[in-house]
């Protein structure tokens, strides 16, 4: 007993700073939009409608965000180079047993699939008249519409996101804190909550476009986000239940706070109430509530399940 006490309290916090907790917020909108509209747009058949593209402006503009606040974390910004190119051979670099280096690599890939994505909805708007860029523009749009080869794209990309959304995740499961370590079901938090905050911003987008007709898409997408809720409730409960003695960490003092008052109640289940209520669900008034709650409880969230473990080390 005594040498796993030493062991423990031998610990030292990763010291994520505060520039972690916007890279998963960030993180989680541009990913989950993307997911979203990606798999709608291969899979949805009736749900496919007009105003769907518009998810990938979302993505491109919060994808800079992801970059900076990830490169920004490093004390020092060159590392992220280090681990895309290997400088003294002057080769590419993948290292497969690095989780940071298979990090990177998403993030760079993935940034590449959110410029395709932006270029096909300036195609489909119609904003730049260029020739050469209506040539590439027409190119991207077989891509990414009626076709087998679209369909495999997009389901490929989606996957990509998905995992470019549970990265980090995957990353802090692989460090010496206790609480990070003893339960396998971080990267699944993030990707549950990136769906939920991906259909949130394409509604609040779509809410305040000067465009008509986005009614069928919205609607399709409060039912995803309502379906998102659900699980989201269910992902915390199962991952607190996975913490075991290590839930002290993110339900002590102010954590726990945040945690049932902000990120459940008020980030989940009362998004969820205004929802199902039909009297609300309808309005854009409860529209832009619902979904500011949804941003402040996926926020909070992500504050205690990184910040309430390091606060023990």
Not at 56 to 68: D, E, Q, R, S, V
Not at 178 to 196: G, R
Not at 218 to 240: E, H, P
Not at 258 to 268: D, F, K, P, S
């Amino acid at each position: 007993m005594t040498p796993y006490i030493y062991e423990i309290t031998q610990l030292k916090s990763p010291h994520f700073p505060w520039q972690v907790i916007a890279y998963l917020f960030a993180n989680g909108i541009a990913s989950g939009t993307y997911i979203i509209a990606a798999l709608l747009q291969a899979y949805g058949g009736k749900m496919v409608q007009k105003g769907l593209h518009k998810a990938y402006y979302i993505t491109f503009c919060f994808l800079p965000f992801c970059g900076a606040f990830l490169i920004g974390k490093l004390e020092v910004t060159s590392r992220f180079i280090n681990v895309l190119w290997n400088s003294r051979d002057g080769v590419l670099m993948l290292n497969a047993n690095s989780p940071m280096s298979w990090g990177a690599w998403v993030l760079t890939v993935f940034s590449v699939i959110g410029t395709l994505s932006v270029i096909y909805a300036i195609t489909e708007d119609g904003l730049i008249r260029w020739k050469w860029f209506q040539k590439l523009g027409g190119w991207v749009c077989r891509l990414y519409e009626g076709n087998v080869g679209s369909k495999i794209y997009l389901t490929v990309t989606s996957a990509l996101a998905a995992w470019f959304g549970s990265y980090l995740g995957v990353l802090v499961t692989t460090s010496n804190v206790p609480t990070w370590n003893t339960t396998p079901f971080i990267p699944m938090l993030w990707i549950v909550s990136a769906v939920l905050l991906g259909a949130t911003c394409m509604m609040l987008a779509l809410s305040f476009s000067k465009g008509e007709g986005y009614g069928p898409l919205i609607q399709g997408l409060n039912r995803i986000a309502v379906s998102a809720l659900i699980i989201n409730v269910a992902a915390i409960i199962v991952f607190v239940i996975s913490l075991g003695e290590w839930f002290r960490t993110i339900n002590s003092g102010h954590f726990g706070w945040l945690l049932w008052g902000v990120a459940v109640l008020l980030g989940l289940l009362l998004p969820l109430a205004i929802k199902l209520i039909p009297r609300l669900s309808g309005s854009k008034s409860s529209l832009i509530i619902s979904s500011l709650l949804i941003l402040l409880g996926s926020l909070a969230l992500r504050y205690v399940v990184i910040m309430g473990p390091q606060s023990f080390w």
